[in-house]
């Protein structure tokens, strides 16, 4: 007899218990197995080695058929490597390099209502294949808040606005850097003690005003000192013979865009802005119809106000030292006046240089008014008014959304917003009345509380972006309803929210709703922006949604264009997407690595992590003779 014989009873039952135990778990081992072999392997996401560049991007299956057939014979050659993709450098010349503002390309177009300076991009077959280099020199720039008043002249070495704005206290140039006293034309005393006094006549407090746009910014000096207050400005002026003006807005740490009014539309949405500043911006407000001030009544907010100082505002006291006659600026303030009522304006308060109007509540009374003032006519109804793109300009009054007759003029049209900083993270109006179907309100606070918890894995790859002050200006490239800014909200940043036009859903009016700024942007063209404006560039599915559209090194190197040396980029796609993307990065000269999705890595969304290497022109030949001369 064997020994499982003899056993005990009590035995048997005990080493049967073992053996089946066993088995079930060869049986779980093989299995597991099965399922671990037939999906991707995450690992294969730091796959280092070295690859052909793709041309297109596209979506490969995770599993392929195995082939056991021999494809060579002893006469073929060994296979060569694809040779990784190289941009070269462009030259030093073009170290300010902005595509779509090219003063040689605008002269094509018609100087009518200054047409050809607005926004004219090259045709991609002209657009360069090389790297913008930094000027020689180029340092980090100062952190906030101290950069706002001081920026280093190799950035950006012009010293035009030092001798044309000499007394008017813009910028001042001192050995080796730029200082910013926060003056302007219409505010002698500084742009502080001018927005006081803006404070005295209308409430910038307590968060009511949040988002304002200042048009023809010069350095954004109303924008920094604004900033104090918790109210973003969107500044924008045009690359023209004071070139560095946006440039010094930028470095400053000022959020600013290129940008003019002229033919097209501002590429934002309607109801944006809180408050709408002109400080003798040189804008025609009352010619041509009235239409750009029927512009910024299409990115107002209800109830938001339009200040405007300079002429013709306090000409009886000031006609003489703008070398202009009487009865023109007379003229010109009456046509401004004419058209503001025509805009069912009400005009609040007027002291010394500064006018203020507001918009409307709603177009309640407004609609009955039109009854007798027939100009402008309401834009009709299949336009649509968040459309900004490419879009010109309209003659008529843009209409706010509809309230009950019996609702009062206090009613906001298109719903109330919360005031800052709860503005931030309450349900914006568009998704509350259900503008945009696709997202719910439990959608949205499920998104904002999703995007938190990415930024918190995002400081992990780059401590940088958990270093307090170590980035200032951010892009987030398709920003959706603006998760990634909301969660960095605390932090000294300022984020530049795009959603592309290429988009499903135009969520730019809700991020405004937040409290919160940004732009429209096409990818597959270049921003409106000058070469290293930001610190850090988040791009969330942007290669995937626009394969096929246009080359993803097109879009690598406009990323590349406007990142700073040393800034950062975080790009999120899928594997498959971010493998060819590392490997076109290898020319650009940015390192980085691939990670795992926060969540697990058995999905397949991974981050990729890239740093930009620093890297300038070289000296210019008279630097190098007096270094050489000095040794």
């Not at 920094?224 to 045009?238: G, K, Q």
């Not at 809180?274 to 750009?292: E, F, K, M």
């Not at 937040?514 to 270049?526: D, F, K, P, S, V």
């Not at 922006?529 to 190197?557: G, M, N, W």
Request: net charge neutral; aromatic share 10%.
């Amino acid at each position: 007899m064997n020994l499982f014989t003899r056993a005990s009873p009590r035995d048997k039952k005990s080493n049967l218990y073992y053996i089946t135990l066993i088995g079930l778990l060869c049986i779980g081992s093989y299995l597991l197995g099965i399922w671990r072999t037939s999906s991707v392997i995450p690992r294969a996401a730091f796959d280092y080695s070295s690859g052909p560049p793709c041309e297109k991007f596209s979506k490969t299956t995770s599993t392929r058929d195995l082939d056991f057939n021999a494809h060579h014979n002893p006469h073929d050659p060994p296979p060569v490597k694809a040779a990784t993709a190289s941009f070269p450098s462009c030259g030093a010349e073009l170290s300010e390099h902005t595509p779509c503002e090219d003063a040689k390309r605008s002269l094509k177009f018609p100087r009518g209502r200054l047409e050809y300076r607005q926004r004219h991009c090259p045709e991609r077959e002209e657009a360069l294949k090389c790297r913008i280099p930094a000027p020689y020199g180029y340092k980090t720039p100062f952190r906030w808040p101290e950069s706002r008043d001081v920026a280093w002249f190799a950035n950006v070495p012009h010293t035009e606005l030092t001798v044309e704005k000499k007394n008017q206290n813009w910028v001042r140039y001192e050995n080796d850097r730029f200082w910013f006293p926060g003056g302007g034309t219409m505010f002698p005393r500084g742009a502080d003690s001018y927005i006081d006094d803006i404070g005295q006549l209308i409430d910038l407090s307590h968060g009511s005003i949040r988002t304002a746009i200042d048009t023809g910014c010069g350095v954004a000096s109303f924008g920094a000192y604004l900033l104090s207050r918790n109210i973003t400005t969107m500044s924008f002026a045009p690359r023209d013979t004071h070139e560095a003006q946006v440039q010094f807005a930028l470095e400053r740490g000022v959020p600013a865009m290129i940008g003019i009014m002229a033919t097209i539309r501002l590429p934002y949405p309607s109801r944006a802005f809180d408050l709408a500043h002109c400080s003798r911006c040189l804008i025609p407000w009352g010619q041509n119809g009235g239409v750009y001030l029927m512009e910024v009544d299409r990115v107002l907010r209800p109830g938001g106000y339009w200040i405007l100082s300079g002429p013709p505002i306090n000409w009886q006291n000031r006609w003489k030292g703008w070398e202009r006659t009487m009865d023109d600026l007379n003229t010109e303030q009456t046509q401004i006046e004419q058209v503001a009522r025509s805009l069912c304006w009400k005009k609040v308060v007027q002291r010394d240089d500064l006018a203020i109007w507001q918009k409307p509540f709603n177009h309640i009374h407004c609609k009955k008014n039109k009854q007798v003032l027939k100009k402008p006519k309401f834009c009709r109804h299949d336009q649509d008014p968040d459309m900004a793109w490419y879009m010109k300009m309209d003659s008529c009054l843009t209409p706010l959304p509809e309230v009950d007759e019996d609702e009062d003029l206090k009613t906001v049209a298109g719903g109330k917003v919360e005031k800052w900083p709860a503005r931030l993270n309450a349900v914006p109006p568009r998704i509350n009345k259900g503008d945009l179907k696709e997202i719910t309100p439990e959608g949205f606070l499920e998104d904002t509380k999703l995007w938190k918890q990415r930024v918190s894995y995002y400081k992990k790859l780059d401590y940088q972006l958990g270093e307090t002050g170590r980035y200032r200006n951010l892009l987030d490239m398709n920003a959706y309803v603006g998760g990634f800014a909301a969660a960095l909200a605390d932090e000294p940043v300022w984020v530049m929210n795009v959603v592309p036009v290429e988009a499903k859903l135009n969520t730019l009016g809700v991020i405004y709703e937040r409290g919160l700024i940004g732009t429209y942007q096409n990818w597959c063209e270049a921003m409106s922006t000058y070469p290293r404006t930001y610190d850090f560039i988040h791009a969330d599915s942007v290669f995937t949604l626009y394969q096929d559209k246009c080359e993803p090194e097109d879009i690598l190197l406009e990323m590349d264009r406007i990142l700073r040396p040393g800034g950062g980029v975080i790009i999120r796609d899928d594997v498959d997407v971010l493998i060819k993307v590392k490997e076109l990065t290898k020319g650009l000269q940015w390192e980085g690595r691939i990670a795992d999705h926060e969540k697990s890595p058995h999905e397949r969304v991974k981050i990729y992590y890239a740093v930009k290497q620093y890297w300038t022109v070289t000296a210019p030949e008279e630097d190098k003779n007096s270094t050489k001369a000095l040794s």
